[in-house]
Every structure is written in C-alpha cells, then in structure tokens.
C-alpha cells in the first residue's frame, strides 16, 4: 500500500513517503518500495495591506466567516473587474484551496503566478499543497482497489491534474506511469515514465558526475566529492525515523542519508538534490531507478521478442533502446540485479562485447563494487572467457567472501570450463590428454560450492550441483549425505520450486526408486500447472 503525503496547515513542517515500484523481469508485474519524502513549509494566512476593491474587502470578509462560495463569487466579480489583480489572484486560489477546488486551482495557477508579484509566494504555498492534495488523491484511489477500472481512471484524473498543477515533481509521473500501465495503457505508461526520466535526468546526471551513488556511505560521499559539507543536518521523516542531510553550498548540492534498518545501522546514500533554494534543499527527496526500469524492460522484452522470431532489426532497434536506461541505473545503483543481468545479455546478442567490456572496465575503475565485478564476469563467462570471469568473481569475492552470486557463479564457472575441456577432448579408448585438468576444474567448482552450501543451507541448485559434481568425482558419500540434506528441503520454500522436485524425481530414478521418482515428477508438474 502507497502512503500519501500530507498536507499541512499553516506554520507547521512534516516529511512522509510513499511505496511503488515494478519488477523489471515481468512486464506487468507490481510490488512496492519506497522512494521518496517531502517536506512541505507552508506560512501563515497573509495579511494584505491597503483597502484594495469593495469585492476584495467584502471577499476578506467572508472569508473570515468561512463562507467560501460566496467569497469565490465576489473574487470572481473583482477579477473580471481587474484581471491582473495580484491581491485578487492571491485570494482567489487561496479561497479555491478551501473550497478543495484542486483540479481548478491546476488550471489557473500560472495566470495567478504570473500577476500575484507581490504575493508570489502565498500563491506558491497553495500550489505545493493543492499539488500534495491531488497526489494523495490519486494514491487513495489507486490504494483502494488498484485492480478497479473505475479506480484507475479517478486516480489518472487527480495525477494528471497534479502533473499539470506542478510539471517539474518527478515523483508524479512515477505514480501516474503505474497507474497507466496497470490500466493496460502500455503506451502510456511508457510516455509517462519516458517525461519522468526527462525531469529527473540531469539532477541524476550531476550526482554521478560528483561520483555519487545510492547506498554510500557518508564517509565515502565526502571522500567522492572531495571535503566535508558546510553542514550537517538531522531532519525527521517519520515519528520514529531520521534523515541525515549533508549541505554543500558551493556545489548547490543536498546529499540525504537515511538509517538501515537491519545492524549496524549505519547511515546510506539515498538521494540528492542540486538547488540554490534552501528550504527546497532540506526536503529529501529518494533518487529512484523505477522509470529507467520500466522503460529498459519494455524494450528488453520487445527485444528479446523479436530474437526469438529471428527479427534482427527489430531486436537491435528495441535493445539499443533499452542499453542507455540500464547503463544509467547502473552508475546510479551498481548492485541493481536487473540492470547486472540484462547488460551483458544484449551486449552478446548485439554482438559487442568489446564495447560492454570498455564500459564496464570504466565504471569498475571509477567505482569498483562486488555487484559490478559480479555483472563484468557474467559478460565474460558468456563469451567463454573463464579465466577473465573467475579472476573478476574472486574480485567480488575479495570484497564479500560470502558474495553469494559470486560464489555460485564462480563454481559455475569451473564447471563450464571443465566440460568445455572435456568436449574439446574427447576420450578415445585411452585417457584423456586433459583428465587431470577436468579434474582439478572440477574440485574447483566443488569447493566454492560447498563454500555456497556453507553460507546457504536451503539452496536446492547448490546442492542439486554439489551432488552432480561429487558423481563426477566418484565420491559416493559425499553425494548420499548431500542427497539427505536435499530431501530435508521438503519441508522448505524450495518445495514450491518443480525444478527442485524434478532434481528429486532424476536422482530417485538414478537410484532405482521408481515410486519416489514418478510421485516427484508429479509434484513437480502439479506446481506447473
């Protein structure tokens, strides 16, 4: 569930989030994370100096007494009067506020910026809090029933007001980019996102150029910009939580940290802003990757799509489109998973791996990090580079010795490497001239998964490799102990994997355990289906 963020009364500050994000593997797919906070300031009612029209007085008057619609009338007849009123303007949309007139307030907000000189800032007040009330709006009603089409369509009407209302929040068009594309407006969803990036791109772009990214520490963000900030705030979000805002005023940057919630607690990088605008500067605001997610998806599949038709054209053009989203998310967020996996894949089907090696090279040189060392070695593995793979996974390793991707990965890689050996030598009635190597390739790819199966127990594709490779290796025992723990799976969250139950189902047929093989093998199909 999205939280909305509140709208406040005068002389009163307050922070809060909301939750949305899409998984980058299945389009159309939706779980939430949060993503960002506001902080809105808002000042006390303004009192106007001088007499001003008989409309205006009699509209103040009203006003005091809460009467509103008849306030609007008076104020309506005072700038049909005087259209470029600045007190008239100013009065008039503060009184639509009241009224919770919003979707009117986003149609004349501009024309009362533009003649309210004087009271600029009241008029920008009601602007930032009827944005808020339409946000919310849209939130709630997505909140209730997100499945619901009559739900979607009043949460479409409320964001696109508030789009409209203030064009330059990012964070709208992430909601209403949802919104569309649960909606089944794929179109729309993606030109939305796509307008996302556009508002949020170079904030993003100037953050890396700092060489600053989510999730460091605030040690090492001093380290990357070079000096302490001027100062250091503590602000709060929520009752129970904190940000830490680091102030760099020659930079006109506002780096935010907030607090991990699992030990030790430390403090991590979790958005900036770049502004001359103090009291814009300390409202945190959470960088978020989900619109270059969503949109490098949608091209990713469009391109993986046309791939399996055989359609190069169309692959090329739809991946192409889809690198610069996944090269962005990545110096935002080296550890992002999808962007990791998804990069070295179209670099191989568009052929230029030379090219995804430069790139990767230059990121890992700029800001080395297990997950990067992770993502370059699966591009090598996949050009059959074992020896440059594993030397990049014992990099993640040297960092992160229980780096769990970098452990499997690495004795896949020595398991690969070793079958490959054993294809390019064949055996010919006499042994084969690389036995001694497939050998040790293969204790390699042993060992670090039995390092895996000390760091995950509950794995069942550890142990599923584990007792193939002690098969190869002759070491019976090994493989019946490791089969037992295996079976001990059963009562797991691997017992809702067929893959898990077809591994069974082969080894009891290895076995000669007809009954168990044929009762896993219908397991398995049953949680096909």
């Known amino acids: 569930m999205m939280q909305s963020v509140p709208t406040l009364a005068s002389n009163t500050d307050a922070m809060a989030g909301f939750s949305m994000t899409t998984s980058p593997n299945k389009t159309g797919s939706r779980s939430w994370i949060r993503f960002v906070f506001f902080l809105f300031f808002c000042t006390a009612s303004i009192q106007f100096l001088g007499c001003g029209s008989a409309e205006i007085s009699s509209a103040k008057l009203y006003r005091q007494q809460r009467n509103y619609p008849k306030a609007e009338q008076l104020l309506l007849q005072a700038l049909k009067s005087n259209p470029s009123d600045d007190e008239a303007w100013t009065l008039y949309v503060q009184n639509l506020y009241d009224l919770r007139k919003y979707e009117k307030i986003a149609e004349v907000i501009d024309t009362a910026r533009l003649y309210a000189i004087t009271h600029r ?29 009559e739900q979607q369509k009043a949460a479409i009407g409320f964001l696109e007001a508030a ?15 949802q919104v569309y594309f649960a909606s089944g407006d794929t179109a729309k969803s993606i030109e939305t996102y796509n307008n996302a990036i556009r508002q949020m791109s170079s904030s993003h772009e100037q953050g890396v150029a700092l060489g600053i990214m989510l999730k460091m520490s605030a040690p090492n963000v001093v380290q990357a910009i070079g000096g302490d900030p001027a100062r250091k705030l503590t602000v709060s979000l929520t009752s129970s939580d904190s940000a830490m805002v680091y102030v760099y005023p020659s930079k006109e940057a506002y780096i935010y940290f907030e607090r991990q919630a699992k030990a030790p607690h430390a403090y991590q990088l979790m958005g ?3 502004t001359s605008n103090e009291q814009m500067g300390l409202q945190p605001l959470r960088v978020s990757t989900l619109p270059y997610q969503t949109v490098a998806n949608f091209y990713y599949q469009k391109g993986l799509a046309a791939f399996e038709a055989k359609d190069k054209e169309g692959m090329t053009q739809n991946l192409e489109k889809a690198i610069p989203m996944l090269l962005m998310i990545q110096r935002l967020d080296p550890a992002d998973e999808f962007a990791s996996a998804a990069i070295p894949d179209i670099y191989l089907k568009l052929e230029r ?24 070695g699966t591009l090598l593995l996949k050009a059959n580079d074992y020896e440059g793979a594993i030397a990049n996974y014992d990099k993640a390793l040297a960092i992160d010795p229980a780096y769990e991707s970098a452990l499997y990965n690495t004795a896949a890689a020595y398991k690969n490497w070793a079958a490959a050996e054993q294809k390019a ?15 040790q390739r293969m204790e390699k790819s042993t060992d670090y998964f ?22 190869v290796l002759d070491k019976k025992d090994k493989s019946a102990k490791a089969f037992i723990d295996m079976e001990a799976l059963k009562s797991t969250e691997a017992a809702n994997d067929p893959l898990y139950w077809e591994f069974l189902g082969k080894t009891y047929a290895r076995l000669n355990k007809a009954d168990e093989a044929a009762a896993a093998y219908k397991k398995a199909d049953q949680l096909k289906h």
């Open 121 to 149: 800032a009241d008029v920008d007040n009601v602007r930032q809090n009827t944005w808020a009330q339409l946000y919310n709006g849209g939130l709630d009603a997505y909140n209730q029933n997100p499945d619901s089409k």
């Open 163 to 177: 789009k409209k209302l203030a064009p330059e929040q990012p964070e709208t068009y992430e909601v209403l980019g």
């Open 353 to 376: 791996t030379e090219k995804a090696k430069q790139q990767y090279e230059k990121l890992l040189q700029d800001h080395p990090s297990k997950s990067l060392y992770v993502a370059y």
């Open 425 to 439: 030598n064949p055996a010919t009635g006499k042994k084969n001239p690389k036995a001694d190597l497939i050998k």
């Open 272 to 274: 900036w802003r770049f």
């Open 450 to 471: 039995e390092r895996l199966h000390a760091v995950n127990k509950n794995d069942f594709n550890t142990l599923a490799n584990l007792i193939d490779n002690y098969e």
